[in-house]
């Protein structure tokens, strides 16, 4: 008589080891070789034939439990499992994180069926199965339909909606964000920076320059931008005339000058014109939408770039950018003539800075 195998359930007990390596996209049978490897049998005293059928059983689960984990709410709710509240957490949040290297390459792009057929260069590139690369593309291209037409808190939304932890509703939102206002990322100047640069970038851009922020006068969607605050910034180019500008740079370098070297000051000081005629006029092209899609390019084509032909540190950097933005307020022309600018400038400011920093990688 053949040998049968029996699979009742009840309470559900998960092997962590075995959901891991299932949703890193190997099969049973590379499982099996994977844990042989690790000194399972060893460890356990199990003949191999009991670990195939152990495994086997776990991908058994696995698959039953997928259509739940594809709508968390859910899996909250459902009977038909006995899983413990925080074996529920666990499952969700390892179903719905992502190998940051995958949505790198995803990043930028539609999250159409185009993109879908293109994943098996991700997977090669990136040395992720290609399984694992299309559960990652699709849980991105859920999480962004299901929020993408939500008003309020991007973030809130997420972590209501798929019962996600904070930081990793972050990174999705990050991900909505960026998909939603097709900021480029994909040019070759841009290559260096990770995933968690362009997500740093994207939530600070939530937090101060969508509609939920603070100073957003009207509540909307988080995924799209304050558009008052992006007509508002063309008032900006004030800044650019003469009289200004000379006084701008005045002030900023004579800050600038007691917190860095001579030779840093000197390069700083030639270079300010051009530093500022950049960041301004970024400022008063991001109402149009090609220029706002365009926004990470020319922040490292116009400024990064230069700082590094300059060699300054990640600290010189920052000394700089710190006195230019604090400098407006300090400004006789500013104060008497153009006072109304000041928190424009501030909200533009306190977000390019820290999008700068967290970009400009020595």
Not at 66 to 91: A, G, N, V
Not at 153 to 163: A, E, K, R, Y
Not at 263 to 291: W, Y
Request: with cysteine.
């Amino acid at each position: 008589m053949d040998n049968v195998d029996v699979y009742v359930g009840n309470d559900i007990l998960i092997d962590r080891d075995n959901y891991k390596i299932c949703l890193d996209g190997y099969t049973v049978v590379e499982a099996v070789l994977i844990l042989k490897q690790r000194g399972v049998l060893e460890a356990t005293g199990v003949p191999l034939e009991v670990l195939q059928s152990d495994t086997c059983n776990h991908y058994r689960l696995f698959d039953m439990l997928e259509p739940l984990l594809q709508q968390p709410t859910r899996l909250e709710k459902q009977l038909k499992f006995q899983i413990l509240p925080e074996t529920q957490k666990l499952l969700i949040e390892k179903y719905y994180d992502f190998d940051d290297s995958v949505i790198r390459e995803i990043l930028g792009k539609k999250l159409s069926s185009k993109t879908r057929k293109e994943l098996d260069d991700v997977a090669e590139k990136t040395r992720v199965k290609l399984k694992s690369c299309r559960r990652q593309f699709e849980n991105m291209k859920r999480v962004f339909k299901a929020v993408e037409e939500m008003r309020g808190s991007l973030v809130q939304n997420i972590q209501q909606h798929f019962l996600l932890p904070e930081e990793l509703a972050k990174k999705y939102a990050a991900v909505v964000f960026i998909a939603n206002n097709r900021f480029e990322t994909g040019k070759k100047k841009l290559f260096y920076l990770q995933f968690d640069d362009f997500a740093y970038c994207a939530n600070q851009m939530i937090t101060n320059w969508s509609c939920s922020s603070a100073d957003c006068q009207r509540e909307d969607m988080d995924v799209d931008l304050d558009r008052e605050f992006l007509q508002d910034l063309k008032d900006l180019k004030v800044l650019l005339d003469k009289e200004l500008l000379d006084e701008h740079k005045s002030v900023t370098c004579r800050k600038v000058k007691a917190r860095v070297s001579p030779q840093v000051f000197a390069d700083l000081q030639s270079s300010f014109k051009t530093f500022s005629r950049s960041l301004v006029n970024i400022a008063c092209n991001l109402v149009h939408s090609k220029e706002l899609r365009d926004l990470f390019v020319d922040l490292v084509d116009v400024f990064i770039e230069s700082c590094r032909s300059l060699r300054l540190t990640s600290d010189e950097v920052s000394i700089f950018l710190e006195e230019y933005q604090a400098a407006p307020e300090e400004m006789e022309s500013v104060k008497r003539f153009y006072q109304r600018i000041i928190p424009t400038w501030e909200r533009y400011m306190s977000t390019v800075t820290s999008c700068l920093l967290q970009l400009y990688h020595t």
